[in-house]
């Protein structure tokens, strides 16, 4: 845990920061581009509808974006 890691000095203040960044890089911003993706192709009627009914067509697709919005863990 790099919190731990810094307080037990056994990493500075500034790799612990890079490390973090680097972290939450790895984890989050590929989720947040693709959510930015997704409801990208909402909000006029014609554009959702036609959205929603191709992934209804696509089910391993809709999956996929879940679990790429939501974490292994979903």
Same mark, same amino acid.
């Given at each position: 845990?790099?919190?731990?890691?810094?307080?037990?000095q056994?990493?500075?203040?500034?790799?612990?920061?890079?490390?973090? #960044?680097? !972290?939450? @890089?790895?984890?989050?911003?590929?989720?947040?581009? &693709?959510?930015?993706?997704?409801?990208?192709h909402?909000?006029? #009627?014609? !554009?959702? @509808?036609?959205?929603?009914g191709?992934?209804?067509? &696509?089910?391993?697709?809709?999956?996929?974006?879940?679990?790429?919005?939501?974490?292994? @863990?979903?």
């Amino acid at each position: 845990m790099l919190a731990d890691d810094y307080l037990q000095q056994r990493i500075s203040l500034k790799d612990m920061l890079q490390q973090y #960044e680097k !972290q939450w @890089n790895d984890h989050f911003s590929k989720r947040l581009q &693709i959510g930015r993706f997704v409801q990208s192709h909402f909000g006029k #009627e014609w !554009q959702t @509808n036609l959205f929603i009914g191709a992934l209804k067509k &696509i089910p391993w697709l809709t999956k996929r974006i879940i679990k790429a919005t939501h974490g292994e @863990n979903f």
